[in-house]
């Protein structure tokens, strides 16, 4: 499955975006499909995952109440809305795929997702 991952830009402190990760390829009948963001001199971390089947989902501790992901099986399609930004956020965000079925804390693992998308950029300004 090739993935497309949009939306990105640049905004000010407490506005909004909303980020789309489409598939290609393939649709993500059976996939988890997650959004980890990497800011310059950062770690990849976590932000959000969905799983396309049950529509369970994971967040990281620090967008809780503030990001939501959903999926548009129409358009085999996943977003992230992103409220309440802050410079914090700011980053390049990369949606990322997998077959794997994940448990407990492989949810929010790099290594659990063997597709990834380019980034797209996320910019806060304060």
């Known amino acids: 499955v090739q993935l497309q991952a949009s939306g990105g830009g640049l905004v000010q402190a407490g506005g909004s975006l909303r980020l789309s990760c489409a598939a290609s390829?393939?649709?993500?009948?059976?996939?988890?499909v997650g959004w980890f963001r990497q800011a310059p001199g950062k770690e990849r971390e976590f932000v959000a995952a969905?799983?396309?089947?049950?529509?369970?989902?994971r967040y990281a501790d620090s967008v809780k109440g503030r990001f939501t992901i959903s999926r548009d099986s129409a358009k085999s399609t996943v977003h992230l809305q992103m409220n309440s930004l802050e410079p914090e956020d700011t980053a390049v965000y990369y949606c990322a795929a997998t077959e794997n079925r994940p448990s407990g804390s492989t949810w929010y693992s790099p290594a659990l997702y063997n597709y990834w998308g380019q980034g797209t950029q996320v910019t806060v300004s304060s």
């Open positions: 969905i799983s396309w089947m049950t529509g369970n989902t």
């Open positions: 390829g393939r649709t993500f009948s059976s996939y988890v």
